[in-house]
């Protein structure tokens, strides 16, 4: 119900961009339930001047706002915006580094495609948050990215069914 109040609201963007930028400055917001319906109108308005509200946000402890954060990123998506991810991705939070690969996939670009490359280096030595970004390249479906998803299978880097959730939660023991 809460998307479909949003859908309504992006349909008058000029008004309600001003009012969701205003509640964005608000401190207030955090701390009540609007949060999750203000980060989906600010993406679905691709309001850019959000963009550091939304940063911040995606790197805070949270599940939900997490999710919904990386999600507006991905549609606010710009060039600026998959560097600024990618550069600040080693230093940040668990959350950050777990949230904005999938906004970044979502972008569809050659600069986040980039980015989440940089970021599936960076992961390397971490097996199951670099495959969960060799998922996020192969969500994105270039041509780009693929000699390194061979590469990373063809060398058994990654965990099997860490992505499938059926099987991440029913992990299969040996014989």
Known sequence: MGRTHVAEL???PGAIGLRARQLIASP???????EVYLIDLVGTLKIQ???????????????????RAADALGKLGSAALAA???????????????YTPGGLSSMRSPEAEAALVRIFEITSEDL????FVADDLCDM???AALPIL??????????????????SRNPKTPD
């Open 128 to 131: 199951d948050r670099n495959t």
């Open 150 to 167: 061979i590469d990373q299978i063809q060398c058994g880097q990654y965990q099997p069914g860490i992505t499938n959730e059926e099987s």
């Open 141 to 143: 479906c270039t041509t």
């Open 84 to 98: 600024e991810i990618a550069n600040c991705y080693a230093d940040a939070t668990d959350a950050f580094q777990t």
């Open 10 to 12: 992006a349909r008058r």
């Open 28 to 34: 207030k917001t955090a701390e009540s339930w609007l």
């Open 49 to 67: 001047d959000s963009t550091p509200y939304l940063l911040d946000v995606v790197g805070q402890d949270g599940d939900l706002v997490n999710e």
